[in-house]
């Protein structure tokens, strides 16, 4: 009886068949992580956003502040007093930090470089579910607890220097003022930048 045998064409072939569904089965595997990763960064935020609104219900509607208000009135601070640790720090995160996210110092007392703003007090926001509170730090900047937007402007090209617009692939994760979180394309977020009237960044809508 003659004895069958695969030829060398068959076996290529077979490994080449079982290298793409390993390839598409680890893929796959990396993006249920990135999304899985994505939703307890989500939570997160939504919990340092909770603490937002609760120490700006016990104070005349103020926000928590930046470092550069003092230590005690740091959004940091604040919020590591109900918080643990491992929330200042995103799961997407990889830079070399122990706390991801900044808040928009357009939002804090007298920033510097627009030191006439006024929207350190929720009453004074006029859209707060449009304006971003916290973001999420780009690679390069390791130890701020806040962007520097009043100086700096909020360019696609300055933004994008110091957010991470794109931690989950294609997005950024923000917090805003009333406390929802959202994931924003880049893509788009890029046209609402370029918006002379956009309240993403300054509350009030003017560049």
């Known amino acids: 009886m003659r004895r069958s045998a695969f030829t060398l064409i068959e076996l290529l072939v077979g490994m080449t068949v079982v290298a ?3 390839a598409l089965i680890a893929a796959g595997l990396a993006r249920s992580l990135r999304s899985a990763k994505a939703a307890r960064c ?20 103020r ?16 919020a590591r007093r109900t918080l643990p640790a491992n929330v200042f720090r995103s799961p997407l995160d990889d830079a070399d930090r122990t706390c991801s996210y900044a808040i928009n110092d357009l939002l804090t007392v007298t920033p510097f470089g627009a030191e006439s703003s006024n929207f350190s007090r929720l ?26 937007f009043a100086s700096e402007g909020w360019t696609a090209d300055t933004f994008a ?27 788009d977020l890029q046209k609402n930048l370029a918006d ?6 300054s509350p009030d809508g003017n560049p």
Do not use: C
Request: glycine residues 8%; hydrophobic residues 45%; proline residues 5%.
């Open 161 to 187: 220097a110091d957010v991470w617009v794109e931690i989950t692939g294609h997005a950024g994760l923000y917090l805003f003022v009333d406390g929802h979180v959202a994931q924003v394309a880049w893509h």
């Open 42 to 61: 989500v939570a997160d935020l939504r919990s340092i956003g909770q603490t937002f609104v609760a120490y700006a219900a016990d104070n005349d509607g």
């Open 196 to 201: 002379p009237h956009s309240r993403f960044v």
């Open 123 to 148: 009453q004074n926001i006029p859209a707060p579910s449009e304006t971003m509170l916290l973001g999420i730090l780009s690679r390069g900047q390791l130890n701020s607890d806040h962007f520097h």
């Open 20 to 22: 793409i569904l390993v």
């Open 63 to 78: 926000l928590p502040q930046s470092s550069h208000q003092g230590p005690k009135l740091a959004w940091t601070t604040i």
